[in-house]
């Protein structure tokens, strides 16, 4: 069975729920997150969930940041050297993000885009994000909260006449709804993507 995507308009250009909300998924990229839900509270933007902490775990006896003397016992095969355990566990956050964390946050979005010199990658969290925001955008809306889990994400908010949608899309939805963007767009898809 071929599931076709669900129609959105979505704009050409970035508005302001695009932008804040790839900023954001930049951000909260880093902390992995398993789920998290994030809502508009006035102008600023609340995220909270759970993400995974990987964190390296040393034996006392062993630097984190391996020295000549670590080299040289793992040269002599010293027994006493004991192999670098890694340990994941879930812990809770809370972000706020104003205005002018979203600002700093774009600038480091376009410098770190700048080094890599490839498109965005669509499965990135910045992305998926970024694609409610245009569909919110295209609308006129106003978004209301943003909430994602392992199997799908959902997302709320009031179009330009003041009716709520709700929309709850799997990842593979959300993935053919992108490409579907990228394709109806008449330049190539990624010639102008810097800008956005």
Request: glycine fraction near 6%.
């Amino acid at each position: 069975m071929v599931l076709t995507p669900k129609l959105f308009k979505l704009s050409e250009s970035s508005g302001d729920y695009a932008r804040a909300l790839r900023a954001i998924g930049q951000d909260l990229a880093n902390l992995l997150p398993e789920n998290f839900e994030i809502v508009l509270e006035g102008m600023n933007y609340v995220a909270h969930g759970h993400g995974l902490n990987t964190r390296q775990h040393a034996p006392k006896d062993t630097p984190v940041n391996p020295g000549a003397k670590w080299w040289k016992r793992m040269i002599h095969h010293n027994s006493n050297t004991k192999p670098v355990s890694s340990q994941s566990s879930v812990v809770r956050f809370v972000r706020k993000y104003a205005s002018e964390d979203i600002d700093r946050l774009n600038e480091l979005r376009i410098s770190q885009r700048r080094a890599s010199g490839g498109p965005p990658d669509l499965h990135s969290l910045c992305e998926e994000l970024r694609t409610f925001g245009r569909i919110v955008d295209s609308n006129g809306g106003k978004l209301i909260k943003v909430c994602k889990n392992k199997n799908i994400i959902k997302f709320q908010y009031r179009d330009a006449n003041g009716d709520a949608h709700t929309e709850e899309l799997s990842h593979l939805e959300l993935y053919r709804i992108q490409q579907q963007y990228y394709s109806q767009r008449s330049t190539d898809p990624w010639g102008n993507w810097s800008r956005d």
